[in-house]
């Protein structure tokens, strides 16, 4: 399943065959090497009732909100590559890399996980990471174990790693890229947590 620029697509974070979070988004790009997803503003989000004993952090949002963010993952990679822009201009700020396990095709977009860490790469260069010291917290909630908290941070070291040699894939121009004005927002089916 390939899709064009401009499809409409189901974004989903998939705990052990449980879906945990829905979001909208459009195809920006999709070949062999790269599947880049545009979340408009007013692209929606779905939440599971349950997020392992209590609401997602996110659950009193309906939508994304501000400038429009983009994401860009490669096949069988452990992250994506946020792209994040600010103000009216759409200045580029940088690039926000969300540790996730690779994402999988569905026949309505695809599912990944979240893996709670993240690391920011601002525009003048240098990193930092972003919610390391929730990790030992999921382990208490059952969401992840020891070892597959330490598999998550051996994975940020390696982006990190990456990062302060001067390696990375992502082109430049993706920080000046814009979306088809005539894209519209995207919808989330109401089924979104039943059926793939």
Do not use: C
Request: glycine share 10%; hydrophobic share 40%; net charge negative.
């Amino acid at each position: 399943m390939t899709w064009k620029p401009g499809d409409a697509i189901l974004r989903r974070e998939v705990w052990h065959d449980e879906p945990k979070v829905g979001w909208g988004g459009i195809v920006a790009a999709d070949t062999p090497d790269l599947l880049a997803l545009y979340m408009p503003e007013g692209s929606p989000f779905g939440f599971a009732d349950d997020f392992f004993g209590e609401p997602h952090p996110w659950s009193h949002r309906d939508r994304w909100h501000g400038n429009g963010v983009l994401q860009l993952q490669r096949p069988g990679e452990s992250y994506a590559v946020w792209v994040f822009w600010h103000g009216a201009e759409r200045e580029f700020q940088g690039w926000y890399v969300n540790v996730q396990e690779p994402f999988r095709r569905t026949t309505r977009g695809f599912d990944t996980q979240d893996l709670e860490l993240d690391v920011w790469v601002p525009r003048d260069g240098g990193w930092e990471y972003k919610d390391d010291e929730k990790l030992e917290a999921w382990v208490e909630r059952g969401r992840w174990t020891d070892a597959e908290i330490a598999a998550i941070r051996s994975e940020g070291a390696a982006i990190t790693a990456d990062v302060d040699a001067g390696r990375h894939w992502w082109g430049d121009e993706w920080a000046s890229w814009q979306p088809d004005p005539a894209w519209a927002t995207p919808t989330l089916p109401a089924d979104w947590a039943t059926s793939s």
